[in-house]
């Protein structure tokens, strides 16, 4: 009983943040759709939590294994998505 | 006090503050003066979660997880700094795949962890596996073709659709067993896990190696919304909203850019991932055969029109990317201006291999940002326009879209560059576009052809200007 009054709340959170994300990107200038991209990119990293979670957390050593894979493959894709988008966004500008 | 760093309550409250960060984030990205800073809030979003992470009491053992962390730090760094903006398309394509298969890992991980996994989350983890493997392959497919390692052209196979679907119902079928598992195949559910995740990698490049070059922009941006749903089912896995509420956020952006991308093509979602775009339409359509012959021009007579003109139109193309000529692009625009000439630049929405892709390239020529107009402001003052100069541009200037009933591309927003009193159309031979379609705009009565490299075309017309 008590992980579905969990299953729900955590659908009720991802309904409401993908209506959430419709609204605040619903306007982006087309100068900005790769940079938007490219950040939005390095933000879906977010799953280096569970990673992390998974490598160094308990359990067995194929699991542990798995997990620090997964630690290597989004932590580029965290630091690689900021870097990189930083570095286009630096040479937008405005004369 | 470590004792609270590490309480549930602080983590979790952190947590929420890092989704904030990358709401913010996010919508400062959208505006060009708070981009820059927006990126910074959303990483140090990414940071703090992070932090907090590696704080709790959950994690025993750091070797393991230090030498990963290093190592995707030295890999990231080096490909971010090191990268051509040329390249720009490939590398997100890449790292999208990168974030696709790292959630699929965590799906993994928790999958074989023997702590024993409830209902919820066994179902959390077929759909991480199944999105995060189509993000992988897909991503990976996508790159190849980006950085011209495997042919961008559309790869069709024989009965694709029905070998896609019968894929497809097989994955579902393979979660169904690992939910229910009524004993169907008599094999033991890791290795059921395993075969999903060969079905979806097989499902990621089927999906991706049908699409053409000139639909790439939609693939990228749908490929990275995905990546964003397999994160967010990741965080279903581990019952964590962080991930949830990120994941949503990405993967909405994601769909919004894709319907964007489709928008600017006219073509329905459905049409441009299952119609196989340009292998099919090399024959001419009917409606008639294009009358008129191509009239090339010098360089040299060129610039006696350039010299001449008042207002410039330039329309920049995967072409330019190519020929790496957006920093002659942007001296000649600098030296029409001083020759007291207005320039604009008009940029498709798909021009490029991925959205924004010609900003990007002329952003890093410094070429001012508001002077590049979408092809809806551009329009309505063509006439008054007196040379256009297309740059390695085809199909988004195509006047069949507008004209040619016939056309694969008809009804396609395009920018109408014939209605210029002049066009030039810098191309290196008479080749199609993309789309694979002829180009009626290069028999026009106005067009005159500048046949060459268009970066050598443009040094050239720079030249004669400084001379």
Redesign the interface.
């Given at each position: 009983m008590e992980s579905q009054a969990l299953l729900v709340l955590l659908l009720f959170v991802l309904v409401l943040s993908i209506f959430l994300g419709f609204e605040l990107i619903n306007k982006v200038p087309s100068t900005l759709h790769t940079p938007l991209m490219s950040g939005a990119n390095a933000i879906s990293g977010i799953t280096i939590v569970g990673a992390l979670l998974a490598s160094g957390g308990e359990g067995t050593f194929s699991s542990i294994l798995v997990g620090t894979f997964a630690v290597f493959f989004a932590s580029i894709n965290v630091v690689g998505g900021y870097l990189v988008t930083n570095r286009m966004l630096k040479m937008f500008k405005k004369k | 006090m470590i004792v609270f760093f590490q309480s549930s309550i602080f983590v979790n409250l952190a947590y929420i503050f890092a989704s904030i960060l990358?709401?913010f984030?996010?919508?400062m990205?959208?505006?060009?003066e708070t981009?820059?800073r927006?990126?910074?809030v959303?990483?140090s979003g990414?940071l703090i979660?992070?932090l907090v992470?590696?704080a709790?009491n959950?994690?025993?053992?750091?070797e393991?997880?230090l030498?990963?962390?290093i190592?995707?730090?030295i890999?990231?760094?080096s490909?971010?700094?090191l990268?051509k903006?040329t390249s720009?398309p490939e590398?997100?394509a890449l790292?999208?795949g990168?974030?696709g298969?790292?959630?699929l890992?965590?799906g993994?991980?928790?999958f074989?962890?023997?702590?024993s996994s409830?209902?919820?989350q066994i179902i959390a983890i077929s759909f991480t596996v199944l999105i995060g493997g189509i993000t992988f392959s897909g991503s990976l497919v996508a790159f190849g073709k980006l950085s011209e390692i495997i042919s961008g052209k559309p790869l069709i196979l024989f009965g694709q659709r029905f070998v896609l679907s019968a894929l497809l119902l097989f994955a579902l079928l393979l979660v169904f067993e690992l939910i229910v598992s009524t004993g169907l195949f008599n094999i033991s559910s890791q290795t059921i896990l395993f075969i999903l995740i060969g079905v979806t990698l097989v499902l990621g490049v089927l999906l991706t190696a049908p699409i053409g070059g000139a639909d790439m922009p939609v693939v990228?941006?749908l490929l990275?919304s995905y990546?964003?749903l397999?994160?967010?089912s990741?965080?279903?896995?581990?019952?964590?909203?962080?991930?949830?509420?990120?994941?949503?956020?990405?993967?909405?952006?994601?769909?919004?850019?894709t319907n964007?991308m489709c928008k600017a093509m006219n073509r329905s979602l459905s049409n441009v991932l299952f119609g196989g775009f340009g292998a099919a339409t090399s024959s001419s359509e009917g409606g008639g055969q294009i009358q008129g012959e191509v009239k090339p021009i010098s360089a040299e007579d060129a610039y006696l029109i350039l010299e001449a003109a008042n207002s410039v139109l330039v329309v920049p193309g995967y072409g330019m990317a190519v020929s790496q000529a957006q920093h002659v692009v942007r001296e000649l625009g600098e030296l029409l201006e001083d020759n007291g000439c207005e320039v604009k630049y008009a940029?498709h929405?798909v021009a490029g291999r991925?959205?924004?892709?010609m900003?990007?390239l002329l952003?890093?020529a410094?070429v001012?940002?508001?002077v590049?107009a979408?092809p809806d402001d551009v329009n309505p003052l063509m006439d008054t326009v007196d040379v256009c100069i297309v740059i390695g541009a085809n199909d988004v200037v195509n006047p069949d879209a507008r004209e040619n009933e016939g056309s694969p591309i008809y009804g396609m927003p395009v920018i109408e560059v014939d209605r210029a009193k002049t066009v030039f159309i810098l191309k290196r031979s008479m080749a199609v576009g993309f789309a694979g379609i002829d180009n009626p705009l290069f028999l026009k009565e106005n067009s005159r052809m500048l046949f060459g490299d268009a970066k050598e075309s443009i040094s050239t017309l720079v030249s004669e200007f400084k001379t």
């Open positions: - | 990358f709401i984030g996010l919508k990205l959208s505006s060009p981009a820059q927006g990126n910074l959303s990483a990414m979660a992070i992470t590696l709790q959950e994690i025993i053992a750091y393991y997880l030498v990963a962390l190592g995707g730090l890999v990231g760094v490909a971010a700094s990268v903006m720009m590398l997100v790292f999208n990168f974030g298969i790292a959630s890992l965590v993994v991980a928790e074989i962890n023997p702590s409830t209902l919820i990228i941006a990275n990546s964003g397999a994160a967010s990741a965080g279903f896995v581990i019952n964590n909203n962080v991930l949830i509420v990120a994941g949503a956020l990405v993967g909405a952006s994601g769909l919004i850019l964007i940029i929405p991925m959205p924004g892709h900003n990007v952003a890093e410094n001012s940002y508001d590049l979408e």
